[in-house]
């Protein structure tokens, strides 16, 4: 059971360059997440998708898209990476079940520097 | 709107004695709660929760928490510290009483951890 995969792990880009994120979880989890991670800043929500279908904006979506291709897979789109998008990048899942206090599962990163 | 607060940025510790990680929250309703560790260049890994009954919440490695509803607080804590238990640690919130849009998890800045021999 792998739970949750993201590629690629590292990436140095060129400002104005495009890339995606690929995020795939097997744990069968209605809703998805991309979250970054900044020194101080603890972790802040980009976008999510809450099942099948839907995406909504989170904390910090500027400059960033999103597609949840099927249940399993939810990727993460720098259209035109800026300085400021360097950062760790999160994905992560859970149950939809709003009343079980679902636990959010997490990918191990991808490190992602754009200079 | 709901927020998260770990006011401190690092803890030091000696091994073997206790430990405690702040965390205090606000909601406008009743809070899910949430502590996760991260080891370095590792995802976030799921220590243990608060959802409803015992105050008193036990999780993986020996940690506990405290949900203080008056405090609006629920602090992390293990009686006796060892050396492996130094991480990044994250508190998060959950309100339970919006849906949709509105019932995001939100985490806090982190605390790191930091226990000496």
């Known amino acids: 059971n792998a739970g949750v995969t993201q590629t690629p792990k590292f990436q140095v880009l060129k400002t104005g360059q495009s890339m995606t994120l690929q995020c795939a979880q097997d744990m069968n989890h209605n809703s998805m997440y991309w979250y970054r991670q900044d020194p101080g800043m603890g972790l802040r929500l980009i976008y999510y998708?809450?099942?099948?279908?839907?995406?909504d904006k989170g904390e910090v979506p500027n400059g960033y898209n999103v597609s949840r291709l099927n249940k399993r897979e939810f990727s993460l789109r720098l259209e035109s990476a800026a300085p400021s998008q360097t950062s760790v990048y999160f994905c992560?899942?859970?149950?939809?079940?709003?009343?079980?206090?679902?636990?959010?599962?997490f990918g191990e990163g991808s490190w992602l520097t754009v200079v | 709107a709901q927020s998260v607060a770990q006011p401190e940025d690092q803890v030091n510790v000696a091994e073997g004695n206790p430990l405690t990680v702040k965390c205090t929250y606000s909601?406008?309703?009743?809070?899910?709660l949430f502590w996760y560790v991260q080891y370095p260049n590792r995802g976030l890994q799921f220590l243990l929760k608060y959802i409803t009954g015992d105050n008193l919440v036990k999780g993986s490695y020996g940690f506990e928490a405290e949900f203080n509803k008056s405090q609006t607080s629920f602090h992390l804590k293990k009686p006796s510290a060892l050396v492996s238990d130094s991480a990044l640690y994250f508190c998060?919130?959950?309100?339970?009483?919006?849906?949709?849009?509105?019932?995001?998890?939100?985490f806090g800045s982190g605390t790191r951890l930091s226990i000496r021999p």
């Open positions: 998708s809450a099942s099948e279908g839907t995406t």
């Open positions: 998060a919130v959950r309100d339970v009483s919006r849906s949709g849009s509105a019932s995001k998890i939100i």
């Open positions: 992560a899942s859970s149950d939809l079940d709003f009343y079980s206090g679902n636990t959010i599962y």
């Open positions: 909601v406008s309703g009743n809070p899910y």
